[in-house]
């Protein structure tokens, strides 16, 4: 497919559309004025200007068919403007075309929580709902849920303050690499190697990065070990790692610490003693899914009853905090067994659920590979029936995110009994406070304490690349104190 772009710059804003539509197509871009061939897929996308304002307007002609639609810049529509006219232009070309009605509308980015929540403050909750269904053409219940949760999260950002930040551990490490990951992850097998090195190395990171929040005087609300999983480290390693965070930061304000578990062949009683040692009050055991034929076709090696067994075992050695990660939309299941999937989690009773879509990530061996995926005609059934059960069971969302490539462009929610919100997911999904990251492919992202500037510093994203560039990387943790001493400055001078 070719995506011509005439009239105006909005080249990222357009392909996110075409993807709401064609999620696994090959888009390439045309210049400005190079001419269209009969006989190919393309969409037009294109701004023109009149004498009453301008005119956004999109052809498509894909397989044959064609569709035209367009959108007159609207200034008393605040949503309703450049980027978003364009989108909508497109939204209706492209739904007239494939006959698909994207339930988030226009909506292309990661976070509509976070736009909620920034109209409910400009404009109070109900223009804000109004907002999201007219003119950016979310369906009522995709507005309903991301008011729910916009709402759900004020009182955790309410906690973060200017002088707040969250610690996020990289484990890139793996049993196996399931097919739909798409995250830098190494399967134990061929990175063995590289782990006593690896923790060597991050528990330096870790405390480089303690000595910067004491020098500049940062308060630690959450810490989230992530992956790859972070148990498939050996207990020693864990333990080092967890001894390291604990020696290295002030921990007295820390309201959150949680642990991905998340593969149950990596769990056995003496990690999790560990974990609980360690001053970690919050782990994931992630099923994905309850059917061993679906957990045989991702490329687990363990079966539902495992996932049972290791959750029984924390709860056994005292966590009470426990989140479960399901998948809608793998390779192999169907509503039915999805919704067998979502009670028997709701029947164990962790603390968070959360509910994924597939997304069909380029990296991913199902995509490189041309694997198999679920249904995206059945992957919505699946996405509301979970809504509902938990909803019925007392459950609640509390954070969203969406991914491109989704199947039935469709969103992650957390879901969440009373009192148990992940913090850190709160913190890093709203962008309230800053994030330090330690590990291998980890993203500082820095939130400036006086305003909204968000800055990134990238670590090396693959192992072998963190160990051998190590000085670079711990270099680079001076942009932390010259972003926080610039911003304080001028907060002062301002």
């Known amino acids: 497919m070719i995506l011509f772009l005439r009239g105006h710059t909005y080249k990222y ?169 798409s995250f830098v992850s190494h399967s134990i097998a061929s990175a063995k190697k590289l782990i006593p090195d690896y923790v060597r190395l991050l528990g330096e990171e870790l405390r480089q990065t303690a000595a910067i929040v004491r020098e500049l005087g940062l308060r630690l609300e959450t810490v989230y070990f992530g992956g790859g999983t972070p148990t498939t480290l050996s207990a020693a390693d864990l333990a080092a790692l967890l001894d390291t965070v604990n020696a290295s930061f002030d921990m007295t304000g820390l309201r959150e610490f949680t642990v991905e578990a998340g593969r149950p062949d990596t769990v056995d009683e003496e990690k999790l003693r560990v974990l609980k040692n360690g001053n970690v009050g919050r782990i994931s055991i992630n099923p994905q899914t309850f059917s061993d034929a679906v957990l045989e076709n991702i490329g687990r090696k363990h079966t539902a009853a495992d996932i049972e067994e290791k959750y029984l075992l924390a709860r056994k050695t005292g966590f009470d905090n426990i989140n479960m990660d399901l998948i809608a939309g793998l390779a192999g299941d169907t509503p039915e067994g999805f919704a067998a999937t979502v009670d028997r989690a709701i029947t164990l009773a962790p603390e968070n659920i959360t509910v994924h879509t597939l997304a069909l990530k380029r990296a991913a061996d199902l995509v490189t590979g041309g694997g198999e995926t679920g249904s995206a005609d059945h992957t919505p059934q699946m996405v509301e029936y979970a809504n509902a059960a938990l909803s019925a069971a007392g459950y609640a969302p509390y954070y969203m995110y969406r991914q491109s490539k989704s199947l039935g462009n469709l969103e992650n929610v957390g879901w969440t009994v009373p009192g148990k919100a992940c913090l850190y997911n709160i913190y890093m999904m709203e962008e309230t406070h800053t994030v330090l990251a330690c590990g291998a492919g980890a993203v500082t992202k820095l939130k400036a304490p006086f305003g909204e500037l968000i800055e990134r510093i990238y670590n090396f994203k693959y192992p072998y690349e963190y160990i051998s560039r190590f000085p670079e990387l711990t270099a680079r943790k001076a942009q932390i104190a010259e972003f926080y001493v610039q911003n304080r400055k001028e907060h002062t001078d301002g």
Do not use: H
Request: glycine share 4%.
């Open 13 to 181: 804003e357009s392909e996110k559309v075409c993807r709401i539509f064609f999620p696994t197509a090959k888009i390439t871009f045309a210049e400005e004025n190079a001419p269209e061939a009969a006989d190919e897929d393309r969409v037009i996308a294109e701004k023109k200007e009149t004498e009453n304002g301008a005119v956004y307007a999109c052809m498509a002609v894909v397989g044959g068919k064609t569709a035209f639609a367009a959108v007159k810049e609207d200034p008393s529509k605040a949503e309703l403007i450049e980027e978003n006219a364009l989108a909508a232009a497109m939204l209706q070309a492209l739904g007239e075309l494939t006959g698909i009605t994207p339930p988030w509308g226009i909506l292309t980015g990661v976070r509509p929580s976070k736009l909620m929540r920034k109209l409910i403050a400009q404009r109070g909750e109900a223009q804000a709902v109004r907002s999201f269904q007219t003119e950016l053409q979310v369906s009522p219940s995709k507005t309903e849920l991301a008011r729910r949760v916009a709402l759900a999260e004020n009182d955790a950002v309410a906690l973060s303050r200017p002088d707040s930040c969250s610690l996020y551990v990289a484990i890139p490490f793996c049993p196996t690499r399931c097919s739909y990951c």
